[in-house]
């Protein structure tokens, strides 16, 4: 039977209650009813520029002022940003058992917000800054009271969020931005996160790949899959064996290896699936 025969939210309970243990990964797509903006189009091909890479922002000081005053105007957007329906959807598959880890590729910390317990965050959080030099961690917060406080100027501008947490700044000259030093020993300080074109930290990836081995089958939402790090997943799925199963408007670089694509909207989509898995029932 073909898997775009039949009512994708009954094929998708189908699929849920004959795999109970499901590692769920989620992408940039399940946080655009928050308000945060996603990277790629229907097609895969990216709304916006590039994001910037590791390389850039460690070689650079051009390039890290530039990072740093787009961070300074959309972070206050992007901190405010509530869990939407999608994510409480999950805390209550979650709750019923149907969830046994969330691996995101998000960096906005609303899984952990909405109530969600089992996440690995792969590509960091972006509400800490670390140092580059020392083993200094701080809160955003503090950092963004410091990047004010050095760039009145740059507070007055007004600009669009991005998907990072940033600001379009096109036209913007960023000569003059001042970027704090690390409090502890004046280092480089860089947000919590996995740069575009850096490796995710070799533990992460082991930690998320033993708790993707102890599972049913795998959950895409609201990722393309475009980069290998959210890919590899899949990748591994298929060597053994695992189901896959996707909600994401658009096509995936795992289409060809899916047994269900549910090209719907994730909020109303995981929001329908938990009524018509009567969780209600379920939960304690």
């Known amino acids: 039977m073909s898997i775009f025969s039949a009512d994708p939210l009954d094929l998708l309970v189908d699929f849920i209650e004959h795999h109970r243990h499901l590692c769920v990964l ?46 300074l105007l959309g972070w206050p957007t992007f901190a405010r940003a509530q869990p939407n329906l999608a994510h409480a959807a999950l805390v209550r598959l979650e709750a019923a058992g149907f969830v046994h880890q969330i691996i995101t590729q998000n960096v906005d910390g609303l899984h952990q917000q909405a109530g969600s317990r089992q996440v690995i965050d792969l590509h960091g959080r972006l509400d800490s ?19 004010a406080e050095n760039n009145l100027a740059f507070t007055a ?11 379009d ?28 074109g850096e490796a995710v930290p070799k533990s992460r990836v082991e930690q998320a790949c033993r708790r993707l081995a102890e599972a049913d089958a795998l959950l895409v939402i609201g990722s393309s899959l475009a980069v290998f790090s959210g890919y590899r997943f899949c990748a591994l799925a298929t060597a053994h064996h695992q189901p896959i199963a ?14 269900l694509k549910v090209s719907l909207p994730c909020g109303p989509t995981l929001n329908s699936l938990v009524e018509r898995l009567a969780l209600c029932a379920h939960e304690p």
Request: proline residues 6%.
């Open 246 to 259: 996707a909600i994401n408007l658009g096509r995936t670089r795992a289409d060809n290896e899916l047994a």
């Open 129 to 147: 800054v670390v140092c580059l030099e020392c083993p200094y961690r701080g809160a955003r917060e503090a950092f963004q009271v410091a990047l």
């Open 157 to 167: 501008l007004v600009a669009a969020l991005g998907p990072d947490g940033d600001a």
């Open 169 to 196: 700044l096109d036209d913007v000259d960023c000569g003059s931005f001042r970027v704090p030093n690390c409090p502890a020993c004046g280092g480089l300080l860089r947000p919590a996160v996995v740069f575009f």
């Open 26 to 71: 989620t992408g940039a797509g399940i946080s655009t009813d928050s308000g945060i903006p996603d990277y790629r189009d229907a097609n895969g091909n990216w709304k916006r520029q590039e994001p910037m890479r590791y390389q850039e922002f460690i070689r650079s000081e051009h390039s890290r002022r530039r990072y740093w005053a787009r961070s």
